[in-house]
């Protein structure tokens, strides 16, 4: 049963970011018909931005994570009782041994980076040291390394990427639109009426969009390494336990933000869950996750 709920949010994964990349295509192609009747050179400008963007944020991302989130690594004889964990699981999941971070904040949460498993790390806060115990860190420890395992931390970078390629063509479209852009403005206008709506609302839907795809990817990972978790602990108490009191906690991880807040085990800006609903959250609901964990 575990192995085929894998399977189905791979597939489902892999479905997602399909529709993700031809979204980027289409508001390329959207913002060269608007301004030009030239669909052409959008897809072009959209081929070059991505051919940019993507590179740089594939592989400075991880770096950029852990900075953004103030994480500092450790050695084993700082925290022996992590350490030793996050070795036994690696193990485990058949993976190199992940750098170990701590992040000092009181806050309990946790997140994972690296493109692969060579290039893993995983990263707690103190306030997750401090409030779970062994049973329950292992549980969360265990879906850190599952996302590194799944290749989770790769698939997060490129659809973080593609939604700042998104932001960048949606808002080079709405600049040329509020001046007035385009090479058709004199009166010598050819488009197509039907298709210029299509690439009005592309300009301007797109973001939106790309945020819940975005999303449904991110939703469906956590389901992915909760399963994952379980696979490797042979136990689905720890997780649930330590998720009942991640979620419990009301404080926000102080240094993260919404471009990061994917990348955690837990919703990090609890103030903020509160106003969305539960549609437009990083994360599925915490108790959906603990109803699949019990009924493994």
């Known amino acids: 049963m575990l192995y085929k709920q894998v399977l189905q949010n791979k597939r489902k994964t892999i479905m997602l970011v399909t529709l993700f990349s031809i979204l ?6 959207g913002i060269g018909y608007l301004f030009g009747n030239d669909p052409y050179t959008g897809l072009i400008i959209t081929i070059i931005i991505l051919a940019i963007y993507l590179p740089m944020t594939y592989f400075t991302a991880s770096s950029q994570v852990l900075s953004m989130a103030g994480a500092q690594e450790i050695l084993k004889e700082d925290h022996p009782q992590l350490f030793d964990i996050v070795e036994e699981l690696s ?44 049973e329950e860190l292992t ?10 395992r799944n290749y989770d931390i790769r698939l997060m970078t490129i659809c973080i990427a593609l939604v700042g390629v998104v932001a960048i063509l949606a808002n080079m479209g709405s600049r040329m ?13 050819k488009q197509n009426p ?22 449904a990817v991110s939703r469906n990972r956590e389901y992915l390494a909760d399963a994952t978790a379980v696979e490797l602990t042979r136990n689905p108490v720890g997780l649930i336990n330590a998720l009942r009191k991640i979620s419990g906690d009301s404080h926000d991880v102080k240094r ?25 959250s990083t994360h599925p609901p915490i108790e959906s996750r603990i109803e699949r964990l019990e009924n493994m």
């Not at 592309?202 to 969009?209: G, M």
């Open 24 to 29: 980027v295509l289409a508001i390329g192609w």
């Open 194 to 215: 039907i298709l210029m709506i299509v690439a009005l609302l592309l300009v301007i839907l797109a973001p939106l969009a790309a945020q819940f795809v975005q999303l």
């Open 139 to 148: 549980g969360v420890v265990a879906h850190e390394i599952g996302h590194i």
């Open 256 to 280: 993260a933000n919404s471009t990061t807040a994917s990348m955690y085990i837990d919703m990090p800006l609890k103030k903020e869950r509160r106003k969305r609903a539960s549609l437009l």
């Open 91 to 134: 193990l485990a999941a058949r993976i190199p041994m992940p750098k170990v971070y701590i992040v000092n904040d009181p806050s309990p949460n946790a997140f994972a980076t690296g493109i692969k498993p060579k290039k893993g790390a995983v990263s707690v806060t103190t306030g997750l040291l401090e409030k779970l115990n062994r």
């Open 177 to 189: 639109m509020l001046f007035g852009g385009g090479r058709n403005r004199g009166g010598n206008n």
